[in-house]
């Protein structure tokens, strides 16, 4: 396991406590004492706990070794070197698994080919408030697959593997189900970062609601133009049915438009606990992986002659608010919907039309 932050740390922490012998590269100092001194603190539906057990800690990659997962659970940001020193350490028929949000097994297959890349999209959230500390926000459970779509032997041994820490499904279109899950985290994530808030709160406001319509229908746009088939999140959020039609962008409210909050105020229920990764980043001084969620859209869209302006902007307010010129909070959101109702008019002259 490479990366013991929130998501890396529940999988972890669940593994060993499961009986799983395993090296956990923690990278950060503060992280390897206090696994060492109390072991995996531990917070999900079954109450807090700390775990020990077979677990390795150590704080670089090791120089050699044979492995045949390496679980990638490290920021975007971080990916590709990552990759690059974790590949010798496979072994003969081993995979990279990258557990991170957008598109990460297109840069792994230029490192190690896309037969030794494994994609896990997780369906769940998690943060780690402090050193060793873990908490689950959310169940949920994976979406493994590869880029071939073929599903074998290996796929089927990491699927029990990780069904220890939920549902498992195989998948023979993974890049279907990458990118309704970047379309999710082009709003969920990054209006979260700008708003400051958990997603609970966040979804109560009708125009943060309207924003992420838009965001999704944006990624949405430019799944169809790359011709990927979008698969459902977590087997129920149907992206092609969120995205906004024509007639919803342009016009008032509409029953459907209606039913389309209600999903999103109930995923905001569902979800609430879950904090922006991202904002959490920011905060430690790290850099926001917005390129690699909502700059991923702004750029492929660009290949195909398509706008995306609601994702370029956000991505400009989320590196905004990382070079602390703007601030992430609930008013900021605000004026982000004002600007972006009439392109290139002034907010302030011209009233919104109904969300």
Known sequence: MVGCGGIGGVIAATLVEQGQRLTVVTRRAAITEAIRLRGFDLRDELGQRRIRGEVELVEELPVEGSWDFVF????????????????????KGGALVCFQNGLAEERLARIVGPERVIGAVVAWGA?????????????GGFTLGRLDGEVGEQLESLGRILEAIGPVELSTNLRGARWSKLALNCAV???????????????????VRRLALEVMTEAVVVARAEGVRL?????????????????????????SVMAKHALLLAVGARYRRLRSSMLAAIERGREPPVDYLNGEVVDRAMRHGIGAPLNARIRELVHAIARREERSEVSTLRRLYDETRYPGANAAQKSPPPA
Request: charged share 20%.
């Open 231 to 255: 698969e459902k999140v977590a087997g129920t959020l149907d992206l092609e049915w969120v995205a906004l039609t024509d007639a919803e962008r342009s016009g008032a409210g509409s029953p």
């Open 127 to 139: 943060s780690s408030p402090d050193p060793g500390v873990f908490e689950r926000t959310s169940a």
């Open 72 to 91: 990638l659970a490290v920021p975007p940001t971080g990916l590709v070197e990552a990759a690059r020193g974790a590949a010798p350490l496979l072994a």
């Open 189 to 207: 994530s990054s209006l979260g970062t700008i708003g400051g808030d958990r997603l609970g709160v966040l979804m109560r406001h009708r125009f």
